[in-house]
């Protein structure tokens, strides 16, 4: 009874490095949500994803950010060139159709930029 | 700009009492509401949904919605100090058997539960 899975759980990385962060659902779930979560602030929404399309991106910024759910494998965040103030525990959600939108969260990625 | 409001704290209350906790969201269109309990360095967990004006009990948990003053709170009975957590206040467009949208969230509320 696996829930939704992200890896890696911590990720450090320098000042213009990428990271990727991956997400798989929780099983029979088509639905995923990535939140990123600023040092003592709440969550922010960034983008929602189905198998193989973006379905709402409006929470990305537009640069260096970039997400995919391919049609196998898990979601993935990516982040390019990354800056100090990327820094931050990125939390990715599921949820299946209906059911009024409850998501259940992964158990993030902490990341640092060095 | 959809906003979701809640008191950040902290709150304190002694071990056994009754917590209460706030909520209010600026789009009166809203359908589903979520609590959902955050301990430090962990994250979110859904403890409660709701939809309809009302009460809704769970254990020691009760939500309640009006839907025309756009509020919805949190009472959790019996505080144990393992409640002590942050509580997020999300709420989403859609209904219960509407399409997954983006939940838009609170900045919480601190809970502190003295023992």
């Known amino acids: 009874n696996a829930g939704v899975m992200q890896n890696p759980r911590h990720l450090v990385r320098r000042r213009g490095q990428e990271a990727r962060l991956r997400c798989s659902p929780m099983k029979g779930h088509s639905h995923v949500y990535w939140y990123r979560q600023l040092p003592e602030e709440g969550l922010k929404f960034m983008v929602y994803?189905?198998?193989?399309?973006?379905i709402d991106e409006s929470g990305m910024p537009k640069e260096r950010f970039s997400a995919e759910f391919p049609k196998e494998g898990p979601s993935i965040l990516r982040i390019q060139q990354v800056v100090r103030g990327d820094s931050a525990a990125y939390f990715c959600?599921?949820?299946?159709w209906g059911l009024g939108g409850e998501q259940f969260f992964g158990p993030g990625t902490r990341l640092t930029v060095l | 700009q959809k906003e979701v409001e809640q008191n950040s704290g902290p709150l304190s209350v002694p071990e056994g009492a009754i917590a209460s906790l706030n909520c209010t969201y600026s789009d009166r269109g809203s359908q589903s509401f979520f609590w959902y309990r955050q301990y430090s360095g962990k994250s979110p967990e859904l403890i409660m949904s709701i939809y309809s004006n009302g009460d809704k009990e769970d254990g020691r948990f009760t939500a309640q919605l009006n839907k025309a003053s756009q509020y919805v709170s949190l009472l959790i009975r019996d505080s144990q100090p393992s409640d002590s957590a942050t509580y997020l206040c999300?709420?989403?467009?859609?209904?219960?058997?509407?399409?997954?949208?983006?939940?838009?969230f609170g900045s919480g509320t601190q809970l502190t539960v003295l023992p």
């Open positions: 994803l189905q198998k193989e399309n973006i």
């Open positions: 959600a599921s949820s299946p």
């Open positions: 999300a709420v989403n467009p859609e209904g219960p058997s509407g399409s997954a949208r983006q939940l838009t």
